[in-house]
């Protein structure tokens, strides 16, 4: 037994200089293992037991090695575990493919674990590359790092240049929001994260849905372009291009926006945008449109800049300057405008002008009332005048302090005049078509008070002491024909092909990020919207 002993010790000993010498080829060193055979015809080495060696500065165990020296590929069974101090660990394998001349180790196994400093990939199969430390995955990984997690179908990790490369199926998972996409690149050395394909972004705030993007993980800025959409409770915002800066809580859209809100029913089409997240306000710039659609009646409104908000207390559309809105039977121009939802108030400042029909109505200021979205109450504050033109440069005329029309779908029904009251009305021999104008009645009273049936005047009160003068047509003297204000400027009525132009208007912007605009002051409904 004793002289059985010695001689298989010796023979280790002669194996293991022979192992070593072979290994020491491709600089690759025996470090460990309890049992060694050796076939010298085929050129195959077999260790079992606690093996060990190291190879280029990276150290593999596992439980057994069979090395085939013809190929120059190592083969290793149960618990693989590889290293390099302070650089990375694998281990977690049951199966190795270790190829010495590229230096790549493939390790499959119920779970794969690939951590260095920043993060922990966990897999299946994983092909491992130690000199230049390139690694790949195409059966699946999760991916740890700090607070956030990755998952992909397959997967590329660079660590000397700190790139990621992740494809199909991939599921981004951190605090604040959820990615999922097709293909994600992250540079780690900028911070930034490129994603193609078709990509979701899920948020407490909102939803982003874009073809094409990117996002610094350091600055919390990004970009999103390719059919962009940013959906946030019942408003959705499509753009060109969204740049998006999330530590300021500001969004900038460029070319071709189009943001619908579903709770008031309303569109708005523009070429530049500023979106406050924080007070949900949002800016259109560039020859924006709003529509906000009815089945009764659909209502138009352009200016040179939008403003709206739209929140749990406030819903409001502003624009300004040069407004022009239009509905069926309503078109207007005024300076600048404020619509209020929630109590269906539109105000328009400015030298409003509104036509309905054969009337156009003039004031400081107007205030809509509307009712199922049509206009119920139109009040004139301030040189308040209705002209209605019955013949060229022959005009029924109302004019006051201040005015309440009221109309009843979209016919005016009645006309209250409320100081310094005066009106020019022509009479009709009968209600016909062809009847012809026989008198003038011209009258100056406190208050009056006109009621209208299909648009043609019923009735006429006079409050106070009116003064009133009757005239043949052909006697009515022409320094009495016109009240003092009246403007006729029928040419001035906007077109609904204007609007309709302006909604198919196709513009390319390439993205900056402009400074974010203060905008007007925030202002009550019946108050006139300061410029920025």
């Given at each position: ?11 280790s ?11 020491a ?17 085929n050129k ?29 590929f ?19 394998g049951?199966?190795?493919?270790y ?6 180790a ?5 779970e ?8 922990t ?7 491992y ?32 240049s700190n ?5 199909q199926?991939v599921?981004?998972?951190s605090p ?26 899920v ?9 094409y993007g ?14 962009a ?17 999330k530590?300021?809580?500001i ?5 071709n926006?189009?943001m ?21 306000e ?34 409001q ?9 239009s509905?069926k039977?309503?078109?207007?121009k ?29 004031g ?9 979205k049509?206009?119920?109450t139109?009040?004139?504050i ?9 013949k ?32 020019i ?28 049936d ?6 006429i ?10 005239f043949p ?22 077109k609904?092909?204007i ?20 905008g007007?002051?925030?202002?009550k ?8």
């Open positions: 037994m004793q002289f059985f002993s010695k001689t298989f010790y010796l023979f000993f002669i194996f293991l200089f022979s192992l070593h010498h072979s290994f080829q491709t600089n690759l060193e025996f470090i460990s293992g309890e049992k060694m055979y050796g076939d010298e015809v195959i080495t077999y260790v079992v037991k606690n093996v060990g060696f190291k190879h280029n500065g990276v150290t593999i165990y596992c439980d057994s090695v069979i090395r085939k020296i013809k190929t120059g190592i083969e290793g069974f149960g618990h693989i575990y590889i290293f390099q101090p302070d650089t990375f660990t694998l281990s977690g049951e199966y190795l493919v190829e010495e001349a590229t230096k790549t493939t390790v499959t196994g119920k794969v674990v690939l951590n260095d400093k920043e993060m990939l966990v897999t299946t199969a994983l092909q590359n130690t000199a230049n430390q390139v690694g790949s995955y195409h059966n699946s990984a999760n991916i740890l790092s700090g607070e956030n997690t990755l998952k992909s179908k397959h997967g590329y990790y660079q660590r000397r790139i990621f490369n992740f494809k199926d599921v981004l998972t604040e929001y959820t990615m999922y996409c097709d293909t994600l690149d992250y540079y780690a050395g900028t911070k930034t994260a490129y994603f193609q394909g078709p990509t979701k972004i948020s407490k705030e909102n939803i982003i849905k874009c073809n990117w996002y610094n993980t350091q600055t919390e800025k990004a970009q999103f372009s390719r059919e959409i940013i959906i946030n409770d019942s408003t959705a915002l499509t753009a060109d291009s969204l740049l998006y800066d530590k300021k809580g969004g900038n859209a460029f070319g926006i189009k619908f809100d579903s709770a008031n029913n309303i569109e708005v089409f523009g070429q530049k945008g500023l979106y406050l997240v924080k007070s949900k949002t800016y259109v710039t560039m020859k924006p449109l709003a529509i906000q659609y009815s089945d009764n009646d659909t209502l138009y409104v352009m200016a040179d800049t939008f403003y709206y908000v739209s929140d749990s207390i406030k819903r559309l502003q624009a300004y300057p040069n407004t022009s809105i509905q039977e309503f078109q207007g005024c300076d600048s405008l404020i619509y209020n939802f929630n109590d269906s108030t539109i105000g328009l400042f400015g030298t409003p002008i509104l036509w309905n029909k054969q009337n156009q109505i003039t400081d200021t107007m205030h809509i009332l509307l009712k199922r049509r206009i119920h139109l009040t004139v301030d040189n308040a005048f209705l002209a209605s033109e019955i060229p440069l022959i005009y029924n005329q109302i004019s006051g302090r201040t005015m309440v029309n009221s109309f009843d779908n979209n016919q005016l029904k009645s006309v209250l005049v409320d100081g310094n009251a005066e009106s009305y022509y009479l009709r021999n009968n209600e016909t078509d062809t009847a012809e104008y026989t008198g003038v009645n011209k009258v100056a009273s406190g208050r009056m008070r006109i009621n209208f299909s648009s043609k005047v019923n009735e009160r006079f409050f106070g002491k009116p003064e009133s003068k009757m047509v052909k006697d009515f003297p022409d320094g009495e024909k016109f009240l003092r204000g009246l403007f006729w400027q029928i040419d001035m009525k906007p609904i092909e609007f309709m132009e302006r909604k198919q208007r196709k513009v390319l912007i390439s993205p900056s990020v402009p400074k974010p605009s203060k007007i002051k925030k202002s409904s019946n108050t006139k919207p300061k410029k920025k």
